[in-house]
């Protein structure tokens, strides 16, 4: 499988954001707001755009990668067209999560904020056992609900050594610079496992925040599998509530000037219509100002501590 054919399904993006994290953050809990800044896009490397018309770059400003899609061709490379599609954080090994090193094996968290939109805020973690053998990859993918921010990463102010994520929840993870391994926050992370046959098992990433969690994962393809059912564990507290299924709150858009993709449907936009459907199939009573509440209060906590 084509590792850049599974990201064919998903929307198109708008401009180019850089991480400045000198700059005062203002954001209002009610709105998807992004916490970067803009400048100059980087230069493009035309040889990097893969066959879906991605184009994944390092940064200058920290070790992670800045991923853009082709929106718009043109016979003038300079003139052509590219979006913002997501950032990632790839650990390579050599590490207590990833023993082996040389590129061997990663695991790869991409953080997906397409066109800023709340219904296209998500997670994607990518666990690759063998390289450049993407049948035996498995990919988890995970949307977090509240979405208040679009995802960001910037250097730590208080230790230059890590990295500093925030959540569409508000929520922080923080990430060894060094290794690219989780080192503290909402996430615990576990090393790579294989079966067998040498194909990763379902990535070890647990988070421990206070908001929900929708996820689904499989082996090879993208995650979200329309066919499948009861294949999307709706997570609190680390517990599995209840299954859905992906067809339940995806669709694939078919108008021809989108291309084809998956896409939450489009009842299925805020935060609110989410969990009110949950409750109804679920037959629970998640509130979600109580949910961003206890958000709120965790994480004021945990600046306190720190």
């Known amino acids: 499988m084509n590792r850049n054919f599974i990201f064919l399904l998903l929307p198109q993006m708008m401009i180019i954001f850089f991480i400045n994290a000198q700059t005062p953050i203002i954001r209002k809990p009610t709105e998807v707001v992004r916490r970067d800044t803009q400048s100059t896009p980087p230069s493009i490397d035309f040889s990097s755009i893969g066959n879906a018309g991605i184009s994944c770059n390092g940064s200058d400003l920290g070790p992670w ?15 052509r067209i590219f979006t913002p599609r997501s950032f990632k954080l790839i650990n390579t090994g050599g590490n207590k999560t990833l023993p082996q090193s040389g590129g061997i094996i990663s695991r790869e968290y991409e953080f997906l904020y397409v ?13 690759l056992p063998e390289k450049d053998n993407d ?11 509240p979405r208040l921010v679009t995802p960001s990463v910037e250097i730590s102010a208080m230790d230059p050594q890590l ?11 923080y990430f060894r610079q060094n290794t690219l391994e989780v080192a503290s926050g909402v996430f615990l992370e576990s090393p790579v ?11 070890k990433v647990e988070y421990i925040g206070h908001g929900l969690v929708l996820a689904q994962s499989r082996v090879a393809e993208y995650p979200i599998n329309l066919k499948a059912k009861n294949n999307i564990d709706v997570i609190y507290r680390s517990k599995v509530m209840c299954q859905l299924s992906s067809s339940e709150l995806w669709h694939l858009n078919k108008n021809p000037s989108k291309k084809n993709y998956l896409e939450l449907r489009p009842e299925f936009a805020t935060d609110d219509a989410i969990i009110n459907y949950i409750n109804k199939t679920c037959s629970t009573r998640f509130n979600l100002k109580e949910i961003t509440k206890n958000i709120e209060l965790s994480t004021m906590k945990m600046e306190n501590e720190n």
């Open 163 to 173: 990295l500093l994520v925030t959540l569409p929840t508000q929520e922080e993870v």
């Open 135 to 145: 049948k035996k990859g498995h990919m988890l993918h995970l949307t977090f609900l």
């Open 65 to 79: 990668t800045l991923c853009r899609k082709l929106m718009k061709d043109h016979s003038d490379y300079e003139q």
């Open 193 to 203: 496992q294989t079966d067998q046959n040498k194909t990763a098992l379902k990535p």
């Open 115 to 127: 066109e800023n939109a709340r219904s296209e805020i998500a997670l994607l973690l990518w666990d």
